[in-house]
């Protein structure tokens, strides 16, 4: 009898996992239609891509269950699939399909661009091993640039590395020149990175165009209308266009947190691309390399930055110890454990702190510290202290 239950057990997990499996690939599946669909405007050949999409779809889900034509599919993804797609849901992590992929603005929500951004890791770490994993619809809509990054990083001494990838994250957007100079003075690698401000993420007052950078990643913010909005969800806060000017005779801009608004002229950014993944996560990163660089007792020499080109984040001497860290900043845990970081201390932004739990019981155990960057920091400060 115990067995029978056990043998059970066993047989209801394997299933949770394939239906675990099958809502991830029905997920991607969603995103690329609906990247497709919210860019059918520009490019024609996107209305084919949202009915090959649709296929897809269905091909994945027992015949009749799905949305009969790409258009019901479109009208779908704007509810969370846990309302349309019959599946057993009950014993999958709540993070599964309980997200809506398009917006009522029909552009891809926060919460999609945020699952696309856990892909990240296997683009820029294990430089070639892990493109596979990469989800088809991130590969054929960012190629290009992808290549160009992935080629000029792959083929990076560490130094040159560090600098390159410090680049893309604390400049994403400035004029042609200022984005020049940066890359000379910091020694950083030319890359295919940059392009020409889109144009929904600049303003026309008067005869002049402008843009105005995200206060948390300095990402130009998107704009509709008289309102803007970083499109990262944990940049949160909605800013307003108002009829003032400031004192440089730029239009005023309102929110919840000081900003400005910049001239558009000549002005270049980051692709979106690197900036899901390399410029969000590295605000994080870059922000607790400097916290430590600057402790008494630590001091910039004691900082690696992406050691060994990023197989872990930081390496770090602190008093008698030394930590090795990886941060993790996903929208889902579980993909942390699928594929556990090489580091001892997994650091979560403070924003995730649910997290944390959730890591520890999922990771191997004995292996692993995980705690918030807030939680970290003061781990750092005792060892410093005791090390005195
Ligand atoms: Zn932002």
């Known amino acids: 009898m115990a067995r029978e239950t056990q043998d059970n057990a066993g047989l ?52 009749g269950s799905g949305p009969t034509t790409p258009s019901d599919m479109i009208k779908a993804l704007h509810r969370p699939m846990r309302q349309w797609v019959p599946l057993t849901w009950g014993d999958l992590p709540d993070e599964l399909g309980s997200f809506t992929i398009l917006g009522e603005d029909g552009l891809l929500t926060g919460d999609a661009i945020e699952y696309g951004s856990d892909y990240s890791e296997a683009l820029f770490e294990n430089h070639g091993a892990g493109i596979d994993w990469v989800p088809r619809w991130a590969q054929q809509t ?49 890359t295919e990175a940059y392009e020409p401000l889109p144009p929904d993420r600049r303003f026309v007052v008067g005869r002049d165009s402008w843009y105005v950078p995200c206060p948390v990643c300095s990402w130009p913010m998107h ?111 579980s993909q942390v454990a699928a594929r556990p970081p090489r580091a001892r201390h997994v650091v979560v932004p403070d924003y995730r702190a649910w997290q944390v739990a959730q890591l520890r019981r999922s990771l191997p155990p004995g292996q692993y510290e995980v705690r918030t960057v807030r939680a970290f920091k003061t781990a750092v400060r005792n060892a410093l202290k005791e090390g005195r």
């Open 223 to 333: 704009v509709q209308g008289a309102e803007l909005a970083c499109r990262y969800p944990q940049h949160s806060g909605l800013f307003k266009v108002t009829d003032e000017v400031d004192d440089t005779g730029a239009p005023r801009v309102r929110g919840p947190r000081p900003v400005r608004a910049l001239s558009a002229a000549e002005v270049v950014c980051v692709h979106e691309a690197v900036w899901r993944y390399i410029t969000i996560p590295g605000v994080t990163e870059v922000e607790l390399m400097t916290w430590l660089a600057e402790q008494p007792g630590i001091g910039t020499d004691a900082v690696t930055k992406w050691p060994h080109k990023d197989r872990w984040d930081i390496t770090v001497r602190a008093g008698a110890d030394i930590f090795e860290i990886d941060l993790k900043d996903t929208r889902s845990p």
């Open 142 to 190: 960012f190629e290009k640039v992808e290549r160009s990054i992935y080629t000029v990083l792959s083929s990076a001494g560490q130094e040159e590395y560090v600098a390159t990838r410090q680049m893309l994250i604390e400049v994403p957007a400035g004029t042609a020149e200022f984005v020049s100079d940066a890359l000379h003075e910091r020694g950083a690698l030319h």
């Open 12 to 63: 209801r997990r394997a299933d949770s996992t394939r239906t675990a499996k099958l809502v991830g690939n029905l997920t991607t599946t969603g995103l690329r239609a609906a990247r497709a669909w919210s860019s059918r405007r520009e490019q024609p050949e996107a209305w084919r891509e949202v009915s090959r999409m649709h296929g897809a779809f269905l091909s994945l889900l027992p015949p």
